[in-house]
């Protein structure tokens, strides 16, 4: 089944620790995205790539890092700078005409 | 800017009841369209999507969405509600370059609206 794979579904960070986060599509799309989700705020795009080897940062970047190895993979990372990341963490990938889709997301949780 | 706007943060119906979700788009040219939906604690699943031709576009699980150019409208439109239906939907557009002529391939979201069904 083609789709994209997001784990753990649930993640607990302690203060000043990275976390990565893991997202993995067998769909062979080129362009990959990570968002976050705040209740009653929508989704704001953290960081997107459209090749391998290359991204971008997006409206929120700050405190997180990213890497694109392979066309599969597009792992995050969120850094100890990130000081609110209490979030709902979506990633994407879409086709040459935007159309995206989603894996099912990554709870994490301050603790 | 381009953006999207979905005007209503919470709407809600009687199940059985019809439903209409507002989307409008700012937007240079023709748009690439979508609606997803959003269960709690779920990732988001692309109910319809429009990209040129025929105004009119069914989705799946019975919800259709009707583009109009001089409205900048995609209204998302179900004829009776189920319990079921109840989620987050998110309008998306399409998003251009800073030249404005070419699509990037990145979506646009609106804020998203919930939608509540009364028994």
């Known amino acids: 089944d083609g789709g994209i794979t997001q784990s753990p579904k649930y993640l607990f960070r302690k203060e000043g620790q990275n976390v990565t986060l893991s997202c993995e599509q067998n769909l062979n799309h080129d362009a990959m995205y990570w968002y976050r989700q705040d209740p009653g705020q929508g989704l704001r795009l953290i960081y997107y790539s459209q090749i391998v080897n290359d991204f971008q940062k997006g409206d929120i970047a700050e405190g997180y890092s990213v890497s694109r190895e392979k066309k599969e993979s597009f792992p995050l990372t969120v850094t100890s700078a990130q000081k609110n990341p209490t979030a709902f963490y979506l990633c994407?990938?879409?086709?040459?005409?935007?159309?995206?889709?989603f894996g099912q997301g990554t709870r994490l949780t301050v603790v | 800017a381009q953006s999207v706007t979905q005007p209503d943060i919470h709407i809600t119906v009687s199940e059985g009841a019809s439903l209409e979700l507002r989307c409008n788009y700012s937007?240079?040219?023709?748009?690439?369209l979508f609606w997803y939906v959003q269960s709690p604690g779920q990732g988001l699943q692309l109910l319809l999507k429009y990209f040129s031709g025929d105004t009119l576009v069914q989705g799946i699980k019975g919800f259709e969405a009707e583009f109009k150019r001089s409205q900048s409208s995609f209204n998302l439109r179900k004829p009776s509600v189920h319990w079921s239906d109840a989620a987050e939907y998110f309008c998306a557009v399409g998003a251009l370059s800073k030249v404005g002529s070419s699509n990037t391939g990145k979506l646009i979201f609106g804020q998203g609206t919930t939608l509540q069904v009364k028994p």
């Open positions: 994407a990938s879409s086709t040459i005409r935007a159309e995206a889709f």
């Open positions: 937007y240079g040219a023709t748009p690439y």
